[in-house]
C-alpha cells in the first residue's frame, strides 16, 4: 500500500463552454508524502488551481463535462465523493486550502477569533472556550503580536499579510495532514513573503505537514519544494526533483521557463528569453504535443504523436525529443517583449543569462 497521504492519478477534468469542451485538466499524476513539499507550476491558465481545488471538491459541479481519474486521500477516494463527506471528514481536519486572495475566503463581518474557534468546534468538538484557547496559540503560532487581544477584531483590522497568516492560522486549525496552498504569497511584499514560507518550512518539520504549493514562480518553487511537477495545457510535461529539475531540465518548456527567470545577481543588460506564442485553446488542443508551436526543437512526429509522461530515472517527462543542455539559440529570443534595455545582439550569438 501507498505510503503517500495523497496520490492523485489520471485526473481528468473537462468543462462544458459556449466555445466548446475544455479539457483543462488532462491525465494529471502527482503524489504527496509526509513532510514533503511538492510544487505545481506553469503559465497562467495551465490547470494548476483547478487541480489543485479539484481534491477538495472544489470546482464547480454545473458545467463538468468529464471527470476521471482517482484522489485517494490515505489510500481512500475521494475523488466525487458526496459534499457532506466532505465537509465533514476531509476539508480542514485532514486537507485544508490556503488561497491567494485571504479576503475572499475570510468573512468581513465575523471577528477573527469565532472564524478561527468555529471550525475547531464543529471539527475537533470542542468547547468555545478551548477553542479560543487555541486560537490564540494558533494566532501566536503564525506570528500575530498580542494574539489574545486581536481575536474580537475584524479582517479589515489586520495588513494583507497579517490576514494571509490568519488564513493559515484557519487552515492549520484542525490539525490537518495536507496543506493546499494556491499561490499564498503572491499578493504580498517579499518580506512576507519570505515569513509565511519559512512558516511552512517549520511545519513540515515540527509536524510532517505535507503542503501542495502552488505557483508560477520558478524561483519560489525552486527554493521551497523537494518535488515539482510542471504543467501545461493541463498536463503535467515534467516532474522530479526540484533543484535538478531547473539545473537540468528535460522538457522544453522548463528550460525556457528557466530561461526567462530572472534572477537577483543577473549583471546590468542580461537578456531574459520570453517563450514565444501563447498556449492552445483548451477546447482545441492540438493532436500531438500541446507545446510544439512554441517549441523551437519541434519535429513532425510532435504534431500528430502526443507524448505520454514517461518514467524516466528519478525523472517523468512526456517529450518525443528531449531538451540538452545550450539547446536552445538566440533565434528564440523575442527580447522586445520584456523591460530590460537590451544590447546589441548578433543573429545567433549565445545569450548571457546569469
Ligand atoms: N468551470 C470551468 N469551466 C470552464 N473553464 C474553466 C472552469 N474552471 C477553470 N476553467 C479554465 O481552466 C483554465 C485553467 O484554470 P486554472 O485556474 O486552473 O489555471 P492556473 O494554472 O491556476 O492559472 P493561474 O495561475 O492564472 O491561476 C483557465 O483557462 C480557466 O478559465
Redesign the pocket.
Known sequence: MSTNLLDIEDLTLH???PHGV?E??NGVNLSLAPGQVHGLV????????????TVLGL??ER??HRRTGSIRYRGKEILGAPEDTLRSEIRGNEISMVFQDPMTALSPVMKVGQQLALPMMQHLGISKSDARKRAVELLDQVGIPRPKERLDEYPLHFSGGQRQRIMIAIALSCDPQVLIA??PTTALDVTVQAQILDLFDQLRVDRELAILL?S?DLSLIAERCDRVSV?YA?RIVESGDAREIFVSPSHHYTAMLEEARPLLDNPPHTVLRTILGRPPQ?YALPKGCSFASRCPAKQDDCEHVRPELILRGDRRLACHHPYTAGQHTVSELDAGAIDIPVPELAQHEEVPHE
Open positions: 468543462f462544458d463552454t475544455a483543462v485538466v506553469g503559465e497562467s491558465g495551465s490547470g494548476k488551481s483547478v487541480t489543485a481545488r470546482h464547480p458545467n463538468i494556491d499561490e502552488v508560477h504543467m493541463g483548451l
